[in-house]
């Protein structure tokens, strides 16, 4: 399932064929947004913002049009109207003089006026997004310590949408093991440095995943085991789908258990347990 960093990317593609282009077509597959088409077109699109899962594209005259790819949507972008060849439904196209922005299969489409935007039921209950919002570590670092998220486990909250947008299965694993925090822990466990840590982990373990099609390990380390003939799975992470094989830093062997019905992966020698699981 994509994360952060891949809506991210996805937005990036729109943006890049929408942005400063007068809409010319444009075009709903559903009945109660067709009134809207002719309020879009003629417009153009300022820019594309993500929070978590969720894309807006940001048009002109005040509207935005709100899209969630759930698990099935995918957006292709074309040269002007030459379609892709797909068995899925057409639910959204977008057309300017030069390209087509298409999505298929989602069914989650709105559009909102930009005021309406904050209070969209998903948009409102969804944290801080990464990629698209000004967040520093510092806010992250506070947000950890918050009544409503301190004394839950960290392998809960990670997946929670509500308290970081974007981040997903294996950037959960990834950002706790770069900071040293076990996943069996809360925040509430952790020393002031783990927080610290682990906030920064968070920022640099999106972006650099977001930067490199989805690399989590050190670049270097990544670099190096490229050059020796591993493949993108050999090199990708520190620890996410690494079961049985030696942690990079001390050799440990990499355990895998489920945490809220998901695959969770941890060194147990990096990752020490208060409770000394
Ligand atoms: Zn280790």
């Not at 913002?49 to 972008?77: P, V």
């Not at 972006?207 to 270097?220: A, M, Q, V």
Request: glycine share 6%; aromatic share 10%; proline share 4%.
């Amino acid at each position: 399932m994509p994360e952060g960093p891949e809506i991210r990317r996805a937005a990036d593609s729109v943006e890049k064929a929408l942005i400063g282009r007068t809409i010319l077509d444009l075009s709903f597959a559903f009945e109660h947004l067709e009134g809207y088409e002719n309020t879009l077109k003629g417009t153009k699109v300022e820019r594309v913002d993500t929070k978590g899962k969720a894309m807006l594209i940001r048009l002109d005259n005040g509207f935005t049009i709100y899209s969630h790819n759930q698990l099935y949507g995918k957006w292709y972008i074309r040269n002007a109207y030459n379609y892709p060849k797909t068995n899925r439904q057409l639910r959204l196209a977008i057309h300017n003089e030069k390209k087509s922005a298409l999505l298929y299969s989602a069914s989650d489409i709105e559009v909102l006026r930009n005021e309406e935007v904050e209070d969209h039921p998903f948009i409102r209950k969804t944290g801080p997004d990464l990629l698209s919002e000004t967040v520093t570590a510092r806010d992250l670092y506070h947000r950890f310590q918050n009544q409503r998220f301190r004394k839950r486990k960290w392998t809960t909250l990670l997946l929670d949408q509500s308290f970081i947008a974007g981040i997903g299965n294996y950037l959960r694993s990834e950002i706790l093991f770069v900071s040293g925090i076990s996943p069996f822990s809360r925040p509430a466990d952790c020393t002031d440095q783990q927080l610290q840590k682990a906030a920064e982990a968070c920022m640099e373990l999106v972006w650099r995943s977001y930067h490199h099609k989805g690399i989590t390990t050190d670049l270097e380390l990544a670099g190096r085991l490229k050059e020796q003939g591993k493949k993108r799975s050999e090199y990708r992470h520190w620890v996410f789908n690494r079961e049985g094989s030696p942690c990079r830093i001390d050799g440990t062997e990499i355990l895998k258990f489920r945490a809220a019905s998901r695959r969770c992966y941890y060194c147990p020698t990096c990752q020490k347990d208060p409770d000394g699981r």
